[in-house]
């Protein structure tokens, strides 16, 4: 069967009516520093997180470089530009986070230093990546257990075609990411199922 195009219907109805929305949500709530705070969403799609980021009490704003993603967004504050060179000072913000996203890049690092940059000192930076568990396989088999069907079961294995191709990051792999990055990482945790997911943040190291 054919992937779908992932244009902006699409990554809205995935972050709306699939279980998507819910990870994304738990991340976010992961994520979030206690005290309200600016926070930037690197590669935010329809801006899901940004939306959940602002119900808690924060100043959130999506980033996409793709402006059809931003057009019919869930939050308001939006900007159109690419990971590699955000338009922002550095220090800007309390929390940088990017989900599904870094490891769709063909070079990670510039992205990551950019968000460490324009994070504040004792900020945090988080990311959501597949983890060192994901692959086709393992994918199948939880949209099996799960009985997935339909967009669902499609974007999760594409998720898993793509980390093959690309990037699935272990704690250590992580580490080593962030250190070149000018980042110490803080914390880490497996999340979906077995552990397919990754989640990260970090603060920066100097
Ligand atoms: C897989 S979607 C993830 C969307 C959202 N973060 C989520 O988890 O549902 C990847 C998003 O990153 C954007 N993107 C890809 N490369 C980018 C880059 N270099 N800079 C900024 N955004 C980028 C795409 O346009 C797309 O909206």
Redesign the pocket.
């Known amino acids: 069967m054919p992937l779908p195009a992932e244009d902006h219907a699409y ?1 809205l109805a ?2 709306t009516r699939t279980g ?1 929305g819910r990870t ?1 949500a738990r991340f976010v709530a992961w994520s979030l520093p206690p005290a309200p705070t600016r926070i930037l ?5 329809p801006a ?2 940004p939306a959940l980021a602002a119900q808690a009490g924060h100043f959130a704003v999506g ?4 402006a059809a ?1 931003l057009a019919q967004r869930l939050h308001p504050p939006g900007v159109q ?4 060179a955000l338009p922002f000072p550095d220090g800007a913000f309390g929390l940088t986070l ?4 870094l490891y ?2 063909d070079t990670p690092l510039p ?1 990551l230093r950019e968000m460490a940059r324009v994070t504040a000192p004792g900020g945090r930076v988080a990311v ?1 990546n597949p983890s060192e568990r994901m692959s086709v396989a393992a994918a199948t088999a939880l949209a099996d257990e799960r009985g997935l069907s339909g967009l669902a079961r499609e974007t999760l294995l594409n998720l898993a075609a793509r980390a093959e191709a690309r990037y699935r990051w272990s704690a250590a792999d992580l580490g080593a990411l962030f250190a070149r990055a000018g980042l110490r990482l803080r914390a880490t945790r497996l999340a979906m199922g077995p552990g397919l997911l990754r989640w990260a943040w970090g603060t920066r190291s100097w």
């Open positions: 990554f995935l972050q998507w994304l969403d690197v590669g935010t799609g899901l997180a980033l996409d470089s793709d993603m530009a690419v990971a590699e990017a989900a599904n996203v769709l890049l992205a959501l």
